[in-house]
Nanobody, 114 residues
């Protein structure tokens, strides 16, 4: 499974961004899709995940501000990020769990200015 993330950029605090992650290859076996993020000097952390059935899970730090969704027909996952803060600045990686293992995308940079 190959992953292509897009949608990152520079935004002011309080603004919004929408990330997309398009999957290709053996997509029929994809179960859980997730967004992780890694800020400089920090470990990579889970931001949000969504199962094939649509069950979602969020890190406490993004609850109420981020919304994860997926379009199984398009093999695409989204992350709508609202009310962004400088603490949300990070490289955001998409990740999928499938029948043959786990794959990571290259990441997309989100920078939130104060």
């Amino acid at each position: 499974v190959q992953l292509q993330a897009s949608g990152g950029g520079l935004v002011q605090a309080g603004g919004s961004l929408r990330l997309s992650c398009a999957a290709s290859g053996s997509t029929r076996t994809i179960n859980t899709m997730a967004w992780y993020r890694q800020a400089p000097g920090n470990q990579r952390e889970l931001a949000a995940s969504i199962t094939k059935e649509g069950s979602t899970n969020y890190a406490d730090s993004v609850k109420g501000r981020f919304t994860i969704s997926r379009d199984n027909a398009k093999n695409t996952m989204y992350l709508q990020m609202n009310n962004l803060t400088p603490e949300d600045s990070a490289v955001y990686y998409c990740n999928v769990l499938h029948a043959y293992g786990r794959n990571w995308g290259l990441g997309t940079l989100v920078t939130v200015s104060s």
